[in-house]
């Protein structure tokens, strides 16, 4: 009712609100909006204005739009998937040739490097051998001119190997050589070290 | 699906030449963002194009892809990326760039020049909308969509359409008309 009211005080004398000036532009104006529009010339004159300002509006976007595409033309590529290079054949054809490569190298290299390995090892093992006889030899010799020197040689280390003995046994601590008991029987009862020759 | 739309949907170099002006027209004024524009408009086709087996015609082509479009551009408005970026630059569309190519056969120098100022004018008006009142009137008197066509892209009722419709008239109404 107050709808209809409003329409019929517009189409009257006031002009039109905003609700009908909506609805004359989208092509539903009720009857007494066109008849408002008859009467009034300025309603007639802005929707007149403003229909012809939305079509220039619209006009000239798209001449803008138009351009700019032509300005700008996009190739167009295909979104393409994660494993989509799995479909081309030249991918397969690619890998096999690196795996037959790969595999032929391989067998390859083991044949050529497996029997010089063990032999380089053997001769290595020889040498290592031979260089350590080297070395312990003048050593060895040593040792034995040393074990043919004279009994005087021997008495006289056998005097200072008794000497340390002794020296090392005054060291160790007992219960009693702590409160200075029985310090005389532990001294006197060292041994004499005895070496024989070869 | 329709057999003329399903051969449209399968050549997307036609549908790029058929829809991709008036997408990028419809995304450029809805969002005032010309770059984000060119961005939407292209995934929007490969979207399309790649999902084209779930189009089942219950709407035309163009409301599909508009439907489509303005997904994108929620998404990409929701990426914390694209809110950082637009506050730094945003590259809205300029019609002045239309001045050399207005088209001059059918009127004069003066009513060419009277049209671009009417042009820029409602361009003016659509800049103070909210985004989805601006993308509701250019899909509306930029685009002919009819309000049902409207609702299936948007995802919006009726009345909810009608409102923002409104509001965006009443914009316009204010800046051309000089009363409202």
């Known amino acids: ?32 909006v066109q008849a408002h529009l008859v009467e ?27 351009r700019r595409v032509e300005a700008r033309p996009v190739r167009v590529v295909e979104r393409q998937t994660a494993f989509a290079w799995l479909l081309h054949p030249q991918i397969w054809v690619a890998g096999a040739l690196a795996t037959a490569l790969a595999v032929g190298i391989g067998m390859t290299m083991r044949r050529d490097h497996t029997q010089p390995v063990h032999q380089t090892m053997v001769t290595a093992q020889a040498d290592a051998v031979k260089t350590q006889t080297a070395k312990v030899q003048p050593v060895v010799a040593k040792a034995q001119a040393e074990a043919k020197t004279g009994p005087a040689t021997l008495k006289a280390d056998n005097a200072l190997l008794t000497a340390i003995d002794g020296e090392l046994r005054a060291d160790e601590s007992t219960p009693a050589s702590l409160y200075g008991l029985e310090a005389t029987s532990y001294r006197t009862n060292t041994k004499t070290v005895k070496r024989t020759t070869n | 699906m329709g057999e003329s739309a399903l051969t449209e949907l399968d050549d997307i170099e036609a549908m790029d030449r058929a829809y ?14 010309m ?64 001045s050399g190519i207005l088209p001059s056969g059918e009127s004069s120098p003066e009513t060419q020049i009277l049209a671009r100022e009417r042009a820029q004018q409602v361009s003016g008006a ?38 923002h419709l409104h509001r965006a008239v009443k914009a316009v109404r204010l800046k051309v008309g000089g009363r409202a």
């Open chain 2, 35 to 98: 770059d984000l524009a060119e961005t939407v408009v292209q995934d929007c086709l490969l979207k399309a194009y790649n999902g084209r087996e779930t189009f089942r015609g219950e709407c035309s082509v163009y409301t599909w892809l508009a439907h489509i479009a303005g997904n994108l551009v929620r998404d990409h408005q929701r990426t914390r990326k694209f809110q950082f970026w637009r506050k730094v630059q945003k590259t809205g569309p300029d019609l002045s760039e239309l």
């Open chain 1, 40 to 66: 009034c010339a300025a309603c007639r004159e802005e929707a007149e204005r403003v229909s012809g300002a939305i079509g220039d509006f619209a006009q000239q976007t798209l001449l803008w739009a138009e």
């Open chain 2, 126 to 163: 659509l800049e103070g909308l909210s985004e989805n009142q601006r993308s509701i009137f250019v899909m509306r008197f930029v685009d002919e969509m009819e309000l049902q066509e409207i609702c299936q892209a948007t995802g919006m009722r009726m009345s909810t359409v009608k409102t």
């Open chain 1, 1 to 32: 009712m107050e709808s209809q009211r409003e329409r019929t005080e517009s189409s009257r004398g006031r002009h039109l609100t905003d609700e009908q000036f909506t609805e004359l532009l989208l092509g539903a104006g009720p009857a007494p």
């Open chain 2, 20 to 33: 991709r002006a008036r997408l990028l027209r419809y995304v450029a004024y809805s969002t005032g963002d």
